[in-house]
């Protein structure tokens, strides 16, 4: 195989080799190669198959910028990535890498049939195409366009790798590190400021490391660069970032950085993260995110070999590769002279500079003579040849039909260079166009931030640098010279780009977007360069036209007679570069996903086999399964036993809430639709809280445990909104009471131990308190003692049963529920979960807000009017339960249902109608909000929304299912124990 | 009489770190969250013991007791020792709000080189020593969870989060650790 390196050039160790493989052959890279420098030194420019016409694709740049070469590169089956780089991936030893969008092979590739077929597939084809019949869509048109949508193939096996997050501050963070941000970074630094200096290639340099006619302070750029690295590295107060891409420009300086850790290492420590996102909140931000140079859009533009100069000067003056061996260039800039020039002095044959322009910079022309290159001036490359690889480029005179073919293996181009503007758009400052150079500029800045060098239009390197010291704050004398001042640069298609519609001149590589589907959106009535975008997908590629947007832009104004500002340019979004998911989601992966809330008493529970459900973000036990038992035969078991023996639960999610201070009654007043006020120190009572607009927002038991001290217990799921609820009424409505809230749910252990046999089960274990019916009825609370830690003791009940709520200190809730069970367990009580909690109380029509109620609830749609009082002056919702739609009669209402098949559970959710046969669309009269088999009962129950149910009570209603209609009957909610008396023992 | 109930906390065994993070479960503490208006604030620092800091993001400490400021008219206050702190608050006299929160909250302790950058895998707040010095303290984030965070040196911290959270602040600080400098 032969080397295209070239001997004494660029800046690799040549000793210092790596293997890798590509589509299966094995080549050999040097270090600090890119996938894309290491196989051009290999001779291999083929990389891809465009992604609508499968064209062969050959490396466009070295850069960020590339649209074409995009490959898969893995180290195995599981760590492997789509769409990479070739000009970004740095080659490691033993990395697999594979060309993509391409069937059997890469030079082979059946798809290349679009290409012929591409009259058929112009822009806006499968707007027009997939119209019709509708039915198409689903089952053939969407898996036609998904499958042959995209580029590479996500993995499917779960990434091994970890990914790190990291926050930090600045005073100053500089995007890029080139020239002007080096000079930036190094002039704030030397003012004391904290620096962050971010680079997405391996190196810093910046276009310091192509350009070798650039010299700073007396040194080639390149030393004068790795100097200041050295320098910056020194101080404490700077942090350089390379690898690393500024991805996003949010709000008040909030920037996002993806740092890449180890996708260039070999055998990378696994305690390293694959990637690292920095999220960083910086005083000030320095853009010095340079330029990117255009292509020239001509007929046939896209053949392998054909780059941009600025392209093969890197990677003959950094990596020492040569990029042909007869080489064409074909510019409107300046710039590519000098790509030129260096690759003739390489010993490469440069055989023709095409210079579309008239009278180039004379300086240039007397350069190419010296060096003996023939510049065509005044002439265009209208079109190339070669199937995997140009072979040749056709020029003419401007203006002339007689054409000249000149062998060639690669043909570098030059359209000018565009601005990096898009982080000072995404920071939402406003552009304008300098028409003179025809380019968008910073200009109105929205955020601290200031843009230096050439994103900025700051070509000159003495005033760039001027410029970047100034904006670092310091005051850095640097000289700096370049070999000539450039000059030119066009935007739109060229002489070669037809105005034939046959011709495919490309505009957007990635998207295979050429000027005739510009011209054909414009012609189709596409004025807005917004609309123009979406018919042509043109740059809307993961690329986002960096090299694209200007030309598309200036083709649509042509073709609109408008000036290019008033066509507009279309926003740039975040990120400005693709990252990976990994990197986004960091350390919220695994456990890390989300907090598993587990209570004090989850071992225990855990060690009596519970299965558990997610509330929230709590595990609570759901039932708990003896041998041989499903969920059905657990649940009536313990629902049994809590009616017949007793039943221990954990409720120790319950929310909780202390309300403390002289004004707690009074607030509570305002909180509640009940009144406090009246409520005896010991007492409990139920309380519903409604919204500002009358309905349902909570419940809870609240007891009160001193004058100016209640212990507010809320739903598990409504805990932190009901504390933030209250707070925010307090801090906004209510700021003169005196009166404080204090979160104490994870304070307390709560076991909640239900039935008959309840008092039996505690009573030993409690002290200082007596227990009987007399002196601790329902509805009470004490503070006492239980197995010698204080405890607060509450008498309420969710089951109808006798019941006690035993709170300890959080740390003591395994003891004391271990000693509750082991007496409960001689007794013949049972353990039970959240699913046979939930059978017990609709038994006794307990509601379940969220469940029973949906947010469009009044207490009296519930039945629970009695909860509000009528003597009160206020609360949060007194108003809103007077508005009409909530007193009018015909409102749902919730009432129980019996359906006439007592072994028939009904679906929750399923919808309640009065007449079965009448026509579709039937009228609805609501739904089933709870529906459980009921073993005490040996029934079914159900409780349901239904409107004016309660005038409905013994009428039949229906509930239409997919396969049969269930009739129920309607009654009151209470199932079980109708006259109450359980409870009270 | 019955059986004692014995103590379970919360971290029990965890461990992890790295030579430049090392992270362990702090030992049970007595807790208040005080709350009272700015009339107080003398009184109850009396009895108290400690001066109860009136500035944002300070703490104060006297003893085994440390008071953090969370708010104009909210404390975090700590004892290491013998607690009381329910009592002391109340022998004040003065109008306020003291409810234990002993055992709802836990605390880990994060001591090493690299206990900042380990913080900042999931707490935003600058954490130099510039902005956040010895004895600053903080309602904050830290990944999906609030938390307390209290330095208590150059490169300490204790980090105060509610009980059923500490598995998930414990593992990120554990994972965080990894990636610290």
Redesign the interface.
Known sequence: MTSHRIKGAGRLTPARKARFTFDGKIYTALEGDTVASALLANGVHLMGRSFKYHRPRGILSAGAEEPNALLDVARDSARCQPNVRASVQEVFDGAIIQSQNRWPFLSFDIGGINNLLSPFFAAGFYYKTFMWPREAWAKLYEPIIRRAAGLGVAPKEEDPD?Y??????CDVLVAGAGAAGLTAALSAAETGA?VILVDERAEVGGALLFDSGIVIDGKPGYDWAHGVLARLKAMPNVRVLTRTTVFGYYNHNFIGLAERVTDHLPRPNK?L?RE?LW?V?AKKVVLATGAIERHMVFANNDRPGIMLASAARMYLNHYGVAVGSKVGVYTAHDSAYEAAFDLKRAGIDVVSIVDCRAKPNEALLSAARVLGIEVLSGYSVVNTSGRLRISSMTVARNGSTNHRKIPVDALLMSGGWTPSVHLFSQSRGKLKFDAENQRFLPNIYAEACVSVGACNGTDEIGALLAEASAAGGGALNLSGESAYAWTGGMIGAAEGAGPDTAVKAFVDFQHDVTAKDIRLAVREGMHSIEHIKRFTTNGMASDQGKLSNMHGLAIAAEMLGKDIPQVGLTTFRAPYTPVTYGTLIA??RG??F???????LH?ELVAAGAEFEDVG??KRAWYFPRRGEDMHAAVNRECKTAREVAGIFDASTLGKI?V???DAAKFLNLMYTNAWDNLKPGKCRYGIMTREDGFIYDDGVVGRLAEDRFHVTTTTGGAPRVLHHMEDYLQTEFPDL???L???????AVIAVQGPKARDIIE????GLDLSNEAFPHMSVAECT????PARLFRVSFTGEIGFEVN?????????WK?IWERGEALGACLYGTETMHVLRAEKGYIIVGQDTDGTVTPDDAGYGWAVSKKKMDFVGIRGLKRPDLIRSGRKQLVGLLTQDLTEVLEEGGQIVADPNEPKPMTMLGHVTSAYWSENLGRSIAIALVADGRARMGKTVYIPMKDKTIAATVTDMVFFDKEGGRIHG | MAELATRAVPLAGAHGGTASVRLKPASSAHRISLRAGEDAVSTLSTTLGLSLPTQPKTSASSGSRTALWLGPDEWLVIDEGEGGLVEAARSSGAVHSATDVSHRNTAILIEGPGSSDALNGGCPLDLSLKAFPVGSCARTLFGKIEVVLLRTGEQSFRLECWRSFSEYAFGLLREAALDAE
């Open positions: 970890h790190a997050n990291r926050f930090a501050h904290s305690s993260p690292r999220q909140r350390h919220s456990d890390l989300d907090p598993a809330r587990k209570t004090p071992g973000n709590w202390e403390v201070g002289p005196k009166v404080w204090t979160s104490t749910t994870e304070q307390w030993p274990l409690v002290e239980v197995m010698g830690v300890v200190p959080a740390d003591y809730g395994a003891s004391v000693a």
